[in-house]
């Protein structure tokens, strides 16, 4: 790279007008009719050592960003920059085997434990899987490696010779987590790890995550469709809708002041619980639009309550706020309107209170 | 370690908390590794239990044909054409009395009106029967030169035949067994090649796709869009005539293959199709795992249950094949023996009436297509070890 695309040392991962679309065929001759625009045109950095939650609807692009950054998808186009120790190489040009090296830095952790492990085998094969594939230490080495990893992750080293359908679903992702942990990866994709899980299982699951970071300076980026989820382990978060990036923020601040109305509508999703607290809710209506004839403009403006007639013709573009350059956002009116915070700075006082 | 799942950071989701996510209960379905919940799920299907043992039984049976058939299959009597099924004794019907198992010998004798060889039993002679009697030789296993039966009539010059004889007098149950030999490999050989051919075409045009896919299937669709039997028949006749025996049972083998690996090959790529989507595949991917090691150590363990259903269930399918063939003569070729060659001295109605048993190596397809239908549904019970 040339020195006047200078990324900050602290970024891991740099994404630039990221854009994945899949051909649509049709008819016999299987001709190209259109494109699905899962992803497009995304760009944010990723920093050494955070979390960085990704939230959304289904439908929104946010698992193929993961499977785009993992290489399970090869982008249409856009850059992706992750530093290695030989400094910071665009793995979305790599072939097979140019990827193998980076494949050891970036893992991915899976949303349903059940279909994430293969039944045919044995834990202690499933986590050792990803040594073997690259080749790393001797047999005896990978099995103390997986051992370690066994109680690292709260399973005893007894689990080795166990099949997947013996544990419960909160030990099955934990298996999941030593595999994604065993070649040792600096950046973790997690793709909705709690959301197939039961509610007292996941904060377990959370905990164990957040736990790994520390200890072992892990980053994630932790993708999720619920922001009650990314709420608790997110430093920053984005907010995706139709395969485009609506507001990038620092968590709290997300809660405090959205400032985008999708952002909003996402919030008045979750259920309010603060000391029996209630509140009346805008419910978002209709369903995400197809990506395949995504709405001119800001995608958002059909199901918008605030959209104005610039919202049909002009796309907005991602840019930070004039008076908060850490929040950027996407949405023409983001200074006109005022929009309902999920917590007050009270609330937030009150909360913290109680859960000390 | 342990501290780490135990202590640190709580969070608290909804405001609740659990401490342990390991359920108490450790039913035995929790105790038990895949292998042995597919033996407890076959071993409940007791039909399928039954079908495989006389499988088993079956096949020991045709595979020693010179020690279980009191004959060979060439082994003729002039003067016992078309004899019937003779009747083991353990009574003497006139005197009462109980004997060791006895036969007694049929005498032919001409009806001058219909012109009708007809037998009757003479029973002033009763012949024992002797087990591992000594009679024609043969090679056991094709290999060892051995001359003892399992079952005889104790005196060489009285032949007995239980399941009758044919048009030039040799034992029908001699020759059902050698027969079985041929039927009864066919099947495990034409599946052997549908398996090859099938699995690994089906594997690849399910994993690559594009224009390989596209070829395959359509060539497939060609194929099964012909009516079975004529094909088959079209096939078997192209068989050049002056070829041996031996090449023209391979001949037979490659003709039932032909169609058959069409229906494993679809099965086998409808598997990859679905197999390949799973999470664990995307995690060996994006671990960087070779699509050999993903087809090794994903596909093909995932894979190998269903392909052994679909192969046990295509087995009967090519031992009709084989028998619908040969009874119409263009099958194996005598001096071979199958069961289907066998059936076709009962091709005539006249036969079948004055012969009635002529049909029974067709009781024997029977016996071992059902045999291996029932073991093919409990293999199927099998292939899911985890579902309740």
Known sequence: MTPTEAVGADVILEVRDLRLHFPIKAGLLKKTVGYVKAVDGVSFSVYAGETLGLVGESGSGKTTIGRCIVRLYKPTTG???????????????????????IRRDIQMLFQD??????????????????????????????????????????????????????????????????????????LVICDEPVSALDVSVQAQVLN????????????????????SVVEYISDRVMVMYLGKLMETAPTRKIFERPTHPYTEALLNSIPKRIRGGHRKRYVLAGDIPSPVNPPSGCVFHTRCQYAKDICKTETPPLQPLPDDPETSVACHLAEEVTLQPYYTAEERRVLEADRA | MNKLAGNGRRFRLFGLRKKHDERDVQDEYQLLTVRQLMIRKFLRNRMALLSFIALVI???????????????????????????????????????????PFFYPLRGKRNMETFQLEYVEERAKRIPIQFFV????YLALGVIAWDVHLFGSSDPAERLHIMGSDVRGRDLFSRIIYGGQVSLSVGIFGVLITIAVGSVIGTLSGYYGGVFDNVVQRVIETIRSFPQLPLWMALA????????????????????????WTGLSREARGLVLSLKERDYVHAAEASGASTARIVRVHLIPNMASHIIVTATLAVPVTILGESALSFLGIGV??????????????????????????????LFILVAVIAYNFLGDGLRDMVDPFSR
């Open chain 1, 79 to 101: 850059i992706m920059r992750f530093r290695t120790k030989a400094g910071l190489v665009n793995i979305a040009e790599l072939d097979k085997r140019e990827l193998q090296p």
């Open chain 1, 208 to 227: 164990l995550l957040s736990d790994l970071q520390e200890e072992l300076g892990l980053t994630y980026v932790f993708i999720a469709h619920d922001l």
């Open chain 2, 58 to 100: 079956i096949y020991l049976v045709t595979l020693l044909a010179g020690f279980f058939a009191p004959y060979t299959a060439r082994d003729a009597d002039s003067k016992l054409t078309y004899s019937p099924p003779m009747a083991i004794r353990l009574q003497d019907p006139e005197t009462g009395h109980f004997h060791l």
């Open chain 1, 113 to 186: 434990p059940n279909s994430s492990l293969n039944a045919r085998m044995r834990v202690g094969d499933i986590i050792a899987e990803p040594l073997d594939i690259h080749a790393i230490g001797t047999a005896a080495e990978r099995r103390t490696r997986v051992e370690d990893l066994l109680e690292h992750v709260g399973l005893g080293a007894e689990m080795y010779n166990r099949f997947p359908h013996q544990l419960s679903g909160g030990q099955r992702q934990r298996v999941g987590v030593a595999r994604a942990l065993s070649i040792e990866p600096r």
């Open chain 2, 237 to 260: 006749a192209a068989i050049p005539p002056q070829w041996p025996p031996e090449w023209v049972y391979a001949g037979i083998v490659v003709v039932l293959a032909f169609i058959n």
């Open chain 2, 333 to 362: 070729r005598p001096p071979m023996v199958s069961w289907g060659l066998l059936l076709n001295d009962a091709i005539k109605i006249q036969n079948i009436v004055l012969y009635p048993w002529t049909l029974f190596p067709g």
């Open chain 2, 134 to 137: 000594r009679g024609e030789p």
